[in-house]
């Protein structure tokens, strides 16, 4: 019998014990034995559980017992989770995680680790929770080289939009909502500001290009500052405002990377992606795009993830998953001043300045000197130079990306 271990007992943590519990013959079958949660790691008190004598607050009693061959990490953050990681990848444990911000900003080194231990750091829950994304991209596309990957990388954000765009909800409206819901967290910071997006977005970048994308150097911005006359005038454009996470290869090797709301048309399939649910676009030099969809995070949903990644660290305990990329000293982050975008600016002031200033593609009649311009194509830099002479003659109150 295997025996495995689960660090943490939150939502996803109590989602993987459930999986291994729910389908324990179908596991047993795939990996050619049965295999047994001894250990669960919280500092809380679950003594009332049904298995509540597995519970231990000493991470070094699953360090130190042999018998735990694979762990499943779902604590968050990057402080203890780190730590015991690194520790058990050390032990000779491999390690499969939902962690975002561990993979990000850590993942380099501990995959390095797990490589001379000969043991596993997996993280397909990392990315979109039960959606498949990171075996494919590492198997099924592994003959192509990437061109881009955009996508829909947070179901709270999306929840929010969804909630401005088909009911006219106010932005502030469609968070509270959505922590009434259990979508949002409390503190909502990392979802709305694009943080969350953004982790995901790197380990995308990661895989794709070979070298490591620093989350604290990717360009991110949020949906704060959308308000519903920008989701009006997306509408009548033939657009929705989506907030994508993006990275695209260029042709001297670099990539841009960045997390920003969008403009995008409602032809595109990222369009019809509603409320909680996730879309990712991977486009191969072989394949064209292909296209990922599904909820990206709940509890069973990503802990079906975690425990299939655990599965498969069981099944080919003898072969380790080939999973590396660099520590970001080959520089592939391209800043995004070249960058080429069509833009929807919403202006007060004289229209004869936007046209003066802009190469603009359409403009709409003034509404009480508000202007909305749809821009042809010009690059980031000269679009923050457009916005400051701009606002030197009347105020820019939104810029977007069109896609």
Partial sequence: MIKAAI????????????????????????????????????????SALP????????????????????????????????????????????????????????GEELLKIAEEKGVNYMFEASVGGGIPIIRPMLQCLAANEFNEICGILNGTTNYILTQMIHNGVTFA???????????????????IEGHDACRKICILADLAFGDKFDPD?????????ITLEDVANADKLGCVIKLLGRTVRCEDGTAYAYVAPHLI?????????????????????????????????GKLATASAVVADMMDCIEHAGHRRRISW??????????????????????????????????????????????????????????????????????????????
């Fill in 7 to 46: 660090m943490g007992h939150g939502t996803v943590g109590s989602g993987v014990y459930e999986v291994f519990e729910m389908n324990a013959e179908k596991i047993a079958r795939v990996v050619g034995e049965p295999v047994e949660v001894k250990y669960v790691l919280d500092l809380r008190d679950f």
């Fill in 217 to 225: 150097q990717v360009p991110c911005e949020g949906i704060t500052k």
């Fill in 51 to 106: 298995y509540g004598h597995k519970f231990v607050t000493d991470f070094s009693v699953i360090e130190n017992d042999p018998e735990i061959t694979v762990v499943a990490e779902v604590m968050g953050g990057v402080g203890a989770a780190y730590e015991f990681t690194r520790r058990c990848l050390l032990a000779g444990k491999s390690v499969c995680t939902s962690n975002k911000e561990l993979v990000a900003t850590r």
């Fill in 173 to 191: 409206d469609a968070l509270k909502q959505a922590q009434l819901n259990g979508y949002a967290e409390k503190d909502p910071t990392a979802d």
């Fill in 326 to 403: 660099g520590d970001g000293s080959k520089n592939l982050l391209r800043p995004l001043d070249t960058l080429q975008s069509a833009w929807y600016v919403r202006f007060k002031g004289a229209s004869r300045d936007l046209e003066a200033l802009l190469p603009v593609e359409s403009l709409t009649e003034p509404v009480e000197g508000v202007t909305v311009v749809k821009t042809r194509k010009l690059s980031t830099a000269e679009m923050q130079e457009k916005i400051e002479k701009l606002n030197a003659c009347g105020e820019v109150r939104a810029a977007m990306r069109m896609l």
């Fill in 265 to 297: 048309h409602k032809e595109s399939p990222l369009a019809a992606v509603e409320d909680v649910f996730n879309a990712i676009m991977v486009n191969g030099n072989a394949t064209g795009d292909v296209m990922f969809y599904g909820k990206g995070a």
